[in-house]
């Protein structure tokens, strides 16, 4: 897989909202293409639980905005089923953790169908998921799980961080001839970026330097990523130069990428808000190790929400999950 560089993106951009360039997204692709049809609760009418299907009922009718009732395996099901028969389904599913209910319909159908099948026949649809820990919404409503999808050959899992990442990550998942699991941090929805103007797509399976540094290499996906960034500047004031590499992609993972700022700094820090046992980080690390171990300056370290379930109370939720002061100790314990 080739080394990510930092896009050049076109000369016309707008600021967006993350929220508004995935429906941008979703919008130009169904103008382009007639298979397309988005599936899922309270998407058409209510315009979607996080507002990003707002408006395309009215511009795409019914048939192709489909307001499902609350049943995610069925949900998953159709669109399944839609899929083999050469559509091009977009599920939304209010909340990852939803995405429980059709964990079967994922990992035993979706994933393995072109596999069982010889390749004839394939699968191409997208699972759009809101998720993330953080805004009180406590043990059942904040899971990260990336890694629950990650670990299952067959679906492709990404992790958008900017709006123009949002945007052209999206159509490149909708034109993916594979399932893709698209995760989507509820607390990006309302981050405004610079997205190019015109029709463009982002590589899925290519990671992304946020920021270059020599000192140490911090990795992280979505939120976490923004995170790193600011951590990062806080480091800069203690003349400590670090690199922030967000993945974007969980699988494919852009190994080359990862390996390549490690042998240059020297030291890795990954940063995650899932819980560290059998995490994406303990992969990264694991990699790492085994890839770029002679270039190591000490262990590889790992910084993730603390090991318990999502606690409701606002200010030990605060405590539990990763934020900028953690990041930026975790990377100075890094150069000890």
Same mark, same amino acid.
């Given at each position: 897989?080739?080394?990510?560089?930092?896009?050049?993106?076109?000369?016309?951009?707008?600021?967006?909202?993350?929220?508004?360039?995935?429906?941008?997204?979703?919008?130009?692709?169904?103008?382009?293409?007639?298979?397309?049809?988005?599936?899922?609760?309270?998407?058409?009418?209510?315009?979607?639980?996080?507002?990003?299907?707002?408006?395309?009922?009215?511009?795409?009718?019914?048939?192709?905005?489909?307001?499902?009732?609350?049943?995610?395996?069925?949900?998953?099901?159709?669109?399944?089923?839609?899929?083999?028969?050469?559509?091009?389904?977009?599920?939304?599913?209010?909340?990852?953790?939803?995405?429980?209910?059709?964990?079967?319909?994922?990992?035993?159908?979706?994933?393995?169908?072109?596999?069982?099948?010889?390749?004839?026949?394939?699968?191409?649809?997208?699972?759009?998921?809101?998720?993330?820990?953080?805004?009180?919404?406590?043990?059942?409503?904040?899971?990260?799980?990336?890694?629950?999808?990650?670990?299952?050959?067959?679906?492709?899992?990404?992790?958008?961080?900017?709006?123009?990442?949002?945007?052209?990550?999206?159509?490149?998942?909708?034109?993916?001839?594979?399932?893709?699991?698209?995760?989507?941090?509820?607390?990006?929805?309302?981050?405004?970026?610079?997205?190019?103007?015109?029709? +463009?797509?982002?590589?899925?399976?290519?990671?992304?330097?946020?920021?270059?540094?020599?000192?140490?290499?911090?990795?992280?996906?979505?939120?976490?990523?923004?995170?790193?960034?600011?951590?990062?500047?806080?480091?800069?004031?203690?003349?400590?130069?670090?690199?922030?590499?967000?993945?974007?992609?969980?699988?494919?993972?852009?190994?080359?990428?990862?390996?390549?700022?490690?042998?240059?700094?020297?030291?890795?820090?990954?940063?995650?808000?899932?819980?560290?046992?059998?995490?994406?980080?303990?992969?990264?690390?694991?990699?790492?190790?085994?890839?770029?171990?002679?270039?190591?300056?000490?262990?590889?370290?790992?910084?993730?929400?603390?090991?318990?379930?999502?606690?409701?109370?606002?200010?030990?939720?605060?405590?539990?999950?990763?934020?900028?002061?953690?990041? +930026?100790?975790?990377?100075?314990?890094?150069?000890?």
């Amino acid at each position: 897989m080739a080394t990510a560089t930092p896009a050049k993106a076109p000369a016309a951009s707008d600021e967006k909202l993350y929220r508004v360039a995935l429906r941008e997204a979703l919008a130009e692709e169904m103008e382009r293409d007639d298979s397309i049809f988005l599936i899922g609760e309270d998407i058409g009418i209510f315009g979607g639980a996080y507002r990003v299907t707002e408006g395309l009922l009215d511009r795409f009718g019914p048939q192709r905005v489909v307001d499902a009732p609350i049943a995610e395996e069925a949900i998953v099901g159709t669109a399944i089923g839609a899929a083999m028969l050469g559509l091009r389904p977009v599920v939304e599913l209010m909340t990852i953790n939803f995405s429980l209910i059709a964990y079967d319909q994922i990992v035993n159908n979706a994933a393995k169908i072109r596999y069982m099948f010889g390749g004839e026949v394939k699968v191409p649809m997208v699972i759009r998921m809101p998720g993330g820990a953080g805004h009180q919404l406590s043990a059942q409503h904040s899971h990260s799980f990336e890694v629950l999808y990650g670990l299952i050959p067959g679906l492709l899992v990404v992790a958008p961080t900017t709006p123009a990442d949002a945007k052209g990550m999206l159509k490149s998942a909708i034109r993916a001839d594979n399932p893709v699991m698209f995760l989507e941090s509820m607390s990006l929805y309302n981050v405004k970026g610079e997205v190019p103007a015109g029709d +463009y797509t982002t590589p899925l399976g290519k990671a992304a330097l946020r920021r270059t540094g020599s000192d140490v290499t911090i990795v992280g996906v979505s939120r976490m990523a923004v995170l790193a960034n600011e951590a990062a500047k806080q480091l800069e004031e203690e003349d400590i130069d670090a690199e922030v590499v967000d993945l974007r992609s969980i699988r494919p993972l852009d190994e080359e990428t990862i390996l390549n700022s490690v042998r240059k700094t020297n030291r890795a820090l990954y940063v995650e808000e899932s819980k560290p046992f059998c995490s994406v980080g303990a992969m990264v690390a694991a990699i790492i190790q085994e890839k770029a171990f002679d270039h190591l300056d000490g262990p590889v370290k790992r910084l993730s929400s603390i090991d318990a379930p999502a606690i409701y109370s606002m200010p030990l939720e605060k405590l539990q999950l990763p934020n900028v002061d953690r990041i +930026y100790a975790a990377a100075l314990d890094t150069l000890k």
